[in-house]
């Protein structure tokens, strides 16, 4: 008694509504994070609402897929809908919200009009203190590295269709940036030094040698650790405990047959968990119950648990709050400053230049700058990003 013709018509519309141009018959799991996202949305818009709660929307949009976003709840806004916007992008809650209340602790800190509270005052009201206690990068002179060999070094890295043609130089010690639009390329580069990814073509030197990452464990055998975007699904085992997450790679890496002492491995977690601050600071918790923020520290002891000479780091402060924020970029430049390196993936600008020495621009899958972050500023990187690849300019011309 499914009318599936009347619903892939009431699909449609609802997805034309926000601005997706997609068959609705076509497999979810085909299409993008970002589409996916706007799916979603798609079906909680589509019932008869009054009250739209959206937690984290725009964590995996772009800034013209945000505008779109927020044009539909405007117009939900003026058909008299209630909407709760949670999110730890700032910025868009000035932008679409007309009063903001702040939780701190599981407890109410208060409600204030949005355009009658300053930002540094919702950032102190957030973290409860005065001070952002947010790091100054102790970044080393560019002239240091000028003699220097690189720990790695790509050239040429393409991963057809999303990275093409790629060079990067990474330095011990230092953090790379990576800066670009969704879909320019950022976490495909980052999978292809890891051997997450197959490279189609290119070369990648660590330490002066040639390497063939095949594997994700052939790179890590040379020393470098990659964290995905995506920590539910590709990194965090929520159903295991804290202690199982952290001791997960070092016992992979024993094998099977040297299995590590329990005693061994709650001294390793317990470690870990005082050394990164990870909260609750309860080793059989499921790593699933904790905060964005403290699953992201659990995936970092995983990683640092191994002792790498290279992490790389994709979206590592996405849909977590203000203050574990800080947290993690303040850890990412001790890391930096006790002598390992790190690429620094992130769609926040500020961010990138904050934490990073370099920031390689990346734009339809291709490296078109590689910036000095302490000279740099935002406004100069979107201008590198926004910037029209040289085949639209010249369609433009003709």
């Known amino acids: 008694m499914i009318d599936a013709k009347e619903m892939r018509r009431q699909a449609s519309r609802v997805l034309h509504e926000l601005g997706l141009d997609i068959d609705p018959a076509s497999l979810l799991g085909s299409h993008s994070v970002a589409v996916q996202q706007l799916v979603a949305i798609a079906r909680a818009i589509s019932a008869d609402l009054r009250v739209l709660v959206l937690d984290e929307p725009t964590s995996s949009l772009d800034v013209d897929e945000v505008a779109e976003l927020f044009r539909v709840i405007r117009e939900l806004k003026q058909r008299g809908v209630a909407i709760l916007f949670v999110s730890h992008f700032l910025d868009q809650v000035y932008e679409i919200c007309d009063r903001v209340t702040v939780l701190r602790d599981g407890k109410l800190v208060g409600e204030y009009l949005t355009r009658e509270l300053l930002r540094i005052d919702l950032v102190h009201k957030m973290l409860g203190h005065k001070e952002a206690e947010l790091k100054e990068r102790n970044r080393p002179?560019?002239?240091?590295?000028?003699?220097?060999?690189?720990?790695?070094?790509?050239?040429?890295?393409?991963?057809?269709?999303?990275?093409?043609?790629?060079?990067?130089?990474?330095?011990?010690?230092?953090?790379?940036?990576?800066?670009?639009?969704?879909?320019?390329?950022?976490?495909?580069?980052?999978?292809?030094?890891?051997?997450?990814?197959?490279?189609?073509?290119?070369?990648?030197?660590?330490?002066?040698?040639?390497?063939?990452?095949?594997?994700?464990?052939?790179?890590?055998?040379?020393?470098?650790?990659?964290?995905?975007?995506?920590?539910?699904?590709?990194?965090?085992?929520?159903?295991?405990?804290?202690?199982?997450?952290?001791?997960?790679?070092?016992?992979?890496?024993?094998?099977?047959?040297?299995?590590?002492?329990?005693?061994?491995?709650?001294?390793?977690?317990q470690s870990w968990v005082e050394a990164l601050g990870i909260r609750p600071a309860d080793l059989d918790r499921p790593a699933g119950t904790l905060s964005g923020g403290n699953q992201q520290?659990?995936?970092?002891?995983?990683?640092?648990?191994?002792?790498?000479?290279?992490?790389?780091?994709?979206?590592?402060?996405?849909?977590?709050?203000?203050?574990?924020?800080?947290?993690?970029?303040?850890?990412?430049?001790?890391?930096?400053?006790?002598?390992?390196?790190?690429?620094?993936?992130?769609?926040?600008?500020?961010?990138?230049?904050?934490?990073?020495?370099?920031?390689a621009v990346l734009r339809d899958g291709r490296i078109v700058d590689t910036l000095d972050a302490a000279d740099t500023t935002v406004d100069a990187v979107l201008a590198l990003v926004a910037r029209p690849s040289s085949d639209e300019e010249d369609e433009a011309l003709t």
């Not at 952290?246 to 992979?252: K, R, S």
């Open 297 to 359: 520290k659990v995936l970092l002891a995983r990683l640092l648990a191994l002792a790498p000479r290279l992490l790389v780091l994709d979206e590592p402060t996405r849909g977590i709050d203000i203050g574990a924020k800080v947290e993690i970029q303040n850890l990412v430049s001790e890391l930096a400053d006790n002598g390992l390196s790190v690429i620094f993936i992130s769609a926040e600008l500020e961010e990138v230049l904050r934490v990073s020495d370099r920031v």
């Open 141 to 269: 002179a560019a002239s240091d590295i000028e003699d220097a060999e690189p720990l790695l070094s790509a050239r040429g890295v393409t991963h057809a269709p999303r990275i093409r043609d790629a060079n990067i130089d990474i330095y011990e010690g230092r953090v790379l940036g990576v800066a670009g639009l969704l879909g320019s390329g950022r976490t495909e580069l980052a999978r292809a030094v890891t051997g997450v990814d197959h490279l189609h073509t290119g070369v990648i030197v660590v330490s002066g040698a040639q390497q063939d990452f095949t594997s994700p464990r052939k790179a890590l055998n040379k020393g470098i650790a990659y964290s995905s975007e995506n920590r539910r699904t590709e990194g965090i085992v929520a159903e295991l405990s804290v202690l199982e997450n952290i001791v997960l790679a070092v016992q992979a890496d024993r094998g099977i047959w040297h299995r590590m002492p329990p005693a061994r491995q709650r001294e390793l977690a």
